[in-house]
């Protein structure tokens, strides 16, 4: 699985602490996660790009992982997207503007 999630944040550090609740959430299925790579996003001011990978998921632990982190999904052949600018969508994690979960790549 990988992950590319958008934070917005001041600093590393306090994007490191939203992050933290995506780890908590990961944990409930079973999920470990790795950080590969944890940047300042050069578009916008006060926002980093976390990518990261995952370990396999059942159908059933991807669906519940799905519902704990957005309430509304746009997916495509190879990937869930959640992002504050689809109508509808509510990310339940704090200062989360995107993540994108591909579950079929490392």
């Known amino acids: 699985m990988f992950i590319r999630a958008f934070i917005q ?50 159908d059933e632990q991807f669906i519940k992982f799905l519902e704990c982190v957005a309430t509304k ?10 992002t504050i600018t689809i109508g509808g969508c509510t990310i339940l994690l704090e200062n989360f503007e995107f993540i994108e979960i591909f579950p079929n790549e490392v």
């Open 9 to 58: 944040a001041k600093t590393k550090i306090e994007a490191e602490t939203f992050l933290k609740n995506l780890f908590v959430l990961a944990e409930k299925v079973h999920l470990k996660l790795k950080v590969t790579s944890f940047e300042p996003y050069w578009k916008f001011n006060d926002s980093f790009q976390i990518e990261m990978e995952g370990t396999s998921l059942t």
């Open 73 to 82: 999904w746009s997916s495509s052949s190879d990937s869930f997207l959640a």
